[in-house]
């Protein structure tokens, strides 16, 4: 086993989910204040004793701010914008543009509309 770190990053959008069945409350507009967690793994340190420093997720923040926050998800993203997916989405923008950049592996991210709601995506990596 190795080091595992993770930061927390919140938003507040709106969202609605078309396909529920009629009268589903999450079929109409509504909002949450959501948070998202990444999750960060190494098998050893760098100097002085981090997975990453949490200063290098900074870039994460910045896009959640800019491309989330106080919009329509349903206008950002391409899929339904269940916890699911965003949490998906997010993990393939911290692969694709964060993690080249850092020393810490995602692991996973999570995704909460609540505090008692989650949905976490787990990074697959080839063995």
């Known amino acids: 086993m190795g080091y595992i770190?993770?930061?927390?990053?919140?938003?507040?959008?709106?969202?609605r989910l078309p396909d529920l069945p009629p009268g589903h409350k999450c079929g109409r507009d509504h909002g949450?204040?959501?948070?998202?967690?990444?999750?960060?793994?190494?098998?050893?340190?760098?100097?002085?004793?981090?997975?990453t420093d949490f200063g290098d997720l900074a870039p994460f923040k910045g896009y959640v701010d800019r491309d989330f926050d106080h919009r329509c998800l349903?206008?950002?993203?391409?899929?339904?914008?269940?916890?699911?997916?965003?949490?998906?989405?997010?993990?393939?923008?911290?692969?694709?543009?964060?993690?080249?950049?850092?020393?810490?592996?995602?692991l996973s991210v999570r995704v909460a509309e609540t505090d008692s709601t989650w949905a976490e995506y787990i990074v697959e990596r080839a063995s």
Do not use: M
């Not at 770190?5 to 969202?15: E, L, Q, T, Y």
């Not at 391409?78 to 950049?101: Q, Y």
């Open 5 to 15: 770190i993770g930061k927390r990053f919140g938003f507040s959008a709106s969202h």
């Open 74 to 106: 349903n206008d950002v993203i391409d899929v339904p914008p269940t916890s699911e997916n965003l949490a998906a989405h997010f993990a393939g923008w911290v692969l694709a543009n964060l993690e080249p950049n850092i020393p810490g592996r995602l």
């Open 32 to 51: 949450h204040n959501y948070v998202v967690a990444l999750v960060l793994t190494a098998d050893h340190l760098i100097p002085p004793g981090f997975v």
